[in-house]
C-alpha cells in the first residue's frame, strides 16, 4: 500500500503539519468539508491520509462586531455514539470585548452561569453586579474574597472542594429520602451543589490562565467534573478541550482525557489526544470530517506556540465502574499532530502531548499502583504480602524501602478487646426493620437515633459528622448488609504499611478514596483512665484518647448555601458520655500505623451500636477530602493539654508534618 493511505499510524516522520494553509478556505453549508480543487490540488501530498484536510471554521468574535465578512450560521454538531460524555457547545472565552492579556483573561463562568440554565440574561451580568450582591458572612469560613476567586492557593481550593461535597453529600442524604420538591428543574446533587457554590461566587480561580494553577497540585484526584471547574483546572464541565479565545490568538489550556479513544502508550509521560467533533453524521448517514475549529483549533495553535496545557487523565472507577476518577497529570506540550481515519471512516485530529520534565508522578503512579495488584511479588521493599494474615477481606502488604527495619511485633486483631458498655437510657436496642433500613423512614428506631437522617448516603458515604453516629448492630433485625452498617465492614481499600524516612511506619492506601469514606476502625484494648497519666504515660505510644483536645474544623455543609431547604446541621462537636482510651500496642489493625499531622486527610468520628443488649462505642476513620492512591493517610492526635508560657507541656513529641498549620508538636 502506498504511504498515503496508511491508517493509525503514528505521527509522520516528515514534521509538523502546516494546517494554516486551509484557513483561507471558506467553509461551505454541508456536513462534509470539500475543498476547492485548485486548493485541493495545492495541498495533494502533504496529508497522510487520502482524505481531503479539514476545513476551518473561524468562531465568530463578538470582541469584532465591525467586521464585515457575514457570520456564518452555527454548524450542527452531532453526537458521537463512541463518547460517553456529551460535550456541551462552547463559547468561546473572552470573545466579550476583554482587553486582558492572552493569558489572563476572565472566563464565562465569572459571570453568573448556572449549568443546566437555559436563561442568557443571567449570563450577561456583569462581574461587578454578582460582587455587590455576595454576602461572604454566610459562607463557610466567612466566605471566599475577591483576590481569592480570580487566584486561589492551597487552603482556598480544600475549602471550595470540601464545601461543594458538603452540600453533594447532603443532597444525596435528601434525595435517597425522597425529601427534594419533585417540581426541581434540577435533580442531579452534583448539578445542584454547584449550582448552590455559583450564585454565590464560592469559587476559585476564575480567572483562565495558561499553566498551572494556584492551589491545584499534581496527582489531585476528583470524582466529578464540576470539581475541576469549581477551582478552576478545566472550566468546560463537559467538553474535553477548554480554551480562551482574545482579538489576538486561540490558545488550548487544558484537555481531559476520557480513555474512551485517546490511544493508549507504554510511556507514562505521552498521551496521543483525539480531536473533538464527531466523524459520522447520524441524521444522514454518512461519514464526515472532524473540523479544525474551537477546541481542535486552539490545539493546533497551542502545538505552533508551544505553550503548556494541563492534562487531565480520566480513569474508570474501580467502585462504580459506570463513572471515571480525574487524575490532574500536569503540564504537557504538544510535539506533533496529524490525521487518521476514525472507526467510522471520517479524519481525526490526533495530538502527540508529552510531559513537561521534572514535575512530581500522578499517573505513573496509578499504573504502578495496578502492576503491584496483579503481581506483589514485582513490588520493591515487600516484607510481607498480607500483614492481616487473612483477617481482613483485602490484603495489608507490608512494605520498606527505606533500611532494613521489619514491623514491630504486635497481634493483628480489627476490632475493640474488653469493651465497656455505654448506657444512653434507650428503652430498646435495635430496629424492627425488614431486610434493610430505608432512608426516609421514620418508624426505624436507628434512623431516629439519628435525628430523622440516614447517616451515609447510598454509596456508603458519610453525610455528616455529628455527636454519634447510630449504626445497626447484631440487635437490629435488618439484614446484616444492612447500609447502615459501614463501620463494621471491615476494610475496603487495599492498604499498605510503610516505612516513613523520618517518622518510623505510616499507613497509605494502594486505592483512590472518596471524601466521607469509611477506612477503618481504631482497633486495640480498652484501657482505664487511671493507667494515663497526663504527659501521655502508659509507656504506649499507641494510645487514643477521645478524651485529648482537638483543633475544631468544619466539615458539614453550610444550610444558607441551600436556601431552599430548612434543615438544622448537626453539631460537629462530639458528645461522649465517657472518655474512651484505647491502646493498639500489642493488639491493633492497621489505624496503629496512622501518623499525625496539624493538616490531616482523615479524621475521627465516634459510632455507637448494640451488641449482647448494650451499647458500645467504637472509633471510625474516614477520609476528609479525596485521597488519591500511595497518599499517606493522617489524622490529628490531639493534645493532652494547652501549653503554658509559649512552651509545650511536657510528654508532647515534635512534630514533623511539615504543613503550614504546623503547631510543632503534639500527643
Request: glycine share 8%.
Given at each position: 500500500m502506498e504511504e498515503g493511505l496508511r491508517q493509525n499510524s503514528v505521527p509522520p516522520s516528515s514534521g509538523f503539519v502546516d494546517k494554516t494553509k486551509v484557513v483561507e478556505a471558506k467553509p461551505l453549508r454541508s456536513l462534509a468539508p470539500v475543498l476547492p480543487k485548485s486548493l485541493q490540488s495545492s495541498l495533494s501530498g502533504r496529508y497522510p491520509c487520502v482524505f481531503p484536510p479539514f476545513v476551518v471554521v473561524e468562531e465568530a468574535q463578538e470582541s469584532q462586531p465591525?467586521?464585515?465578512a457575514p457570520i456564518p450560521a452555527p454548524i450542527k454538531s452531532y453526537r458521537n455514539p463512541l463518547v460517553e460524555e456529551e460535550e456541551e457547545e462552547e463559547t468561546p472565552h473572552g470573545a466579550n470585548g476583554d482587553t486582558s492579556s492572552p493569558m489572563e483573561v476572565l472566563d464565562g463562568y465569572s459571570q453568573k452561569r448556572v449549568p443546566m440554565n437555559s436563561c442568557k440574561s443571567s449570563q450577561k451580568r456583569g462581574r461587578k453586579t454578582q460582587e455587590s450582591q455576595f454576602d461572604s458572612s454566610s459562607l463557610v469560613g466567612g466566605g471566599i474574597g475577591v483576590a481569592q476567586r480570580d487566584d486561589g492557593d492551597r487552603e482556598t481550593v480544600n475549602l471550595v472542594l470540601m464545601t461543594y461535597d458538603s452540600l453533594r453529600r447532603r443532597l444525596c442524604q435528601l434525595e435517597d429520602a425522597k425529601e427534594l420538591n419533585t417540581t426541581m428543574a434540577i435533580k442531579r446533587a452534583d448539578l445542584r451543589a454547584s449550582n448552590a457554590l455559583s450564585a454565590k461566587a464560592f469559587r476559585t480561580n476564575m480567572r483562565k490562565r495558561v499553566g498551572a494553577v494556584p492551589g491545584v497540585e499534581i496527582g489531585?484526584?476528583?470524582?466529578?467534573?464540576m470539581e475541576m471547574v469549581l477551582v478552576g483546572l478545566h472550566i468546560q464541565s463537559m467538553g474535553g478541550i477548554d480554551y480562551m479565545t482574545t482579538k489576538d490568538e486561540t490558545v488550548?489550556?487544558?484537555?481531559?482525557?476520557?480513555?474512551?479513544?485517546?490511544?493508549?502508550?507504554?510511556?507514562?509521560d505521552v498521551l496521543v489526544y483525539s480531536g473533538q467533533g464527531e466523524n459520522f453524521n447520524k441524521k444522514d448517514k454518512h461519514v464526515i470530517d472532524q473540523k479544525l475549529q474551537r477546541g481542535n483549533l486552539a490545539l493546533d495553535r497551542s502545538s505552533r506556540q508551544q505553550n503548556e496545557v494541563r492534562v487531565i487523565r480520566g480513569l474508570r472507577d474501580?467502585?462504580?465502574?459506570?463513572?471515571?476518577?480525574?487524575?490532574?497529570?500536569?503540564?504537557?506540550?504538544?510535539?506533533?499532530?496529524?490525521?487518521?481515519?476514525?472507526?467510522?471512516?471520517?479524519?481525526?485530529?490526533?495530538?502527540k502531548f508529552v510531559r513537561l520534565p521534572g514535575q512530581p508522578s500522578a499517573i505513573a503512579?496509578?499504573?504502578?499502583?495496578?502492576?503491584?495488584?496483579?503481581?506483589?511479588s514485582s513490588r520493591t521493599g515487600l516484607i510481607l504480602a498480607d500483614l492481616s494474615r487473612g483477617d481482613e477481606s483485602v490484603p495489608v502488604s507490608l512494605v520498606n524501602e527505606v533500611d532494613n527495619e521489619n514491623c514491630p511485633v504486635f497481634n493483628y486483631f480489627n476490632s475493640l478487646k474488653h469493651q465497656k458498655p455505654f448506657s444512653l437510657g434507650q428503652s430498646s436496642y435495635g430496629c424492627n426493620c425488614y431486610k434493610s433500613c430505608v432512608p426516609g423512614d421514620l418508624s426505624c428506631s436507628c434512623i431516629q437515633r439519628n435525628e430523622g437522617d440516614f447517616p451515609y448516603t447510598a454509596n456508603a458515604v458519610l453525610v455528616s459528622r455529628t455527636q454519634l453516629v447510630h449504626e445497626c448492630g447484631p440487635m437490629c433485625k435488618c439484614f446484616p448488609n444492612c447500609k447502615n452498617r459501614v463501620s463494621q465492614t471491615g476494610l475496603k481499600h487495599q492498604m499498605e504499611v510503610f516505612k516513613t524516612k523520618d517518622r518510623g511506619w505510616g499507613l497509605r492506601s494502594l486505592d483512590p478514596i472518596r471524601a466521607g469514606t469509611f477506612i477503618c476502625e481504631y482497633a486495640g484494648e480498652v484501657i482505664d483512665r487511671?493507667?494515663?497519666?497526663?504527659?501521655?504515660?502508659?509507656?504506649?505510644?499507641?494510645?487514643?484518647?477521645?478524651?485529648?483536645?482537638?483543633?475544631?474544623?468544619?466539615?458539614?455543609?453550610?444550610?444558607?448555601l441551600l436556601e431552599e431547604i430548612s434543615s438544622n446541621v448537626s453539631s460537629e462537636d462530639y458528645a461522649i458520655p465517657y472518655p474512651l482510651i484505647i491502646s493498639s500496642?500489642?493488639?491493633?489493625n492497621v489505624a496503629r500505623f496512622m501518623n499525625h499531622s496539624c493538616s490531616p486527610n482523615v479524621f475521627w468520628q465516634p459510632v455507637l451500636y448494640a451488641e449482647n443488649n448494650q451499647s458500645f462505642l467504637h472509633i471510625a476513620f474516614f477520609a476528609l477530602r479525596h485521597i488519591p492512591p500511595m497518599a499517606e493517610l493522617t489524622y490529628d492526635y490531639g493534645c493532652s493539654g494547652h501549653a503554658e508560657g509559649g512552651n509545650a507541656p511536657k510528654g508532647r513529641k515534635k512534630c514533623l508534618c511539615g504543613s503550614s498549620k504546623c503547631r510543632g508538636s503534639f500527643g
Open positions: 465591525s467586521s464585515p489531585d484526584i476528583f470524582f466529578l467534573r488550548a489550556l487544558s484537555i481531559v482525557s476520557s480513555g474512551v479513544y485517546d490511544d493508549e502508550t507504554e510511556d507514562n474501580a467502585v462504580n465502574r459506570s463513572a471515571k476518577i480525574y487524575v490532574y497529570d500536569g503540564l504537557y506540550k504538544i510535539q506533533d499532530s496529524w490525521i487518521e481515519r476514525g472507526k467510522s471512516g471520517g479524519g481525526v485530529f490526533k495530538y503512579v496509578w499504573k504502578s499502583v495496578q502492576k503491584w495488584k496483579m503481581d506483589s487511671a493507667k494515663v497519666n497526663p504527659y501521655g504515660g502508659y509507656n504506649d505510644d499507641y494510645i487514643f484518647d477521645t478524651s485529648r483536645i482537638y483543633d475544631p474544623f468544619k466539615w458539614n455543609y453550610e444550610p444558607s500496642k500489642n493488639f491493633g
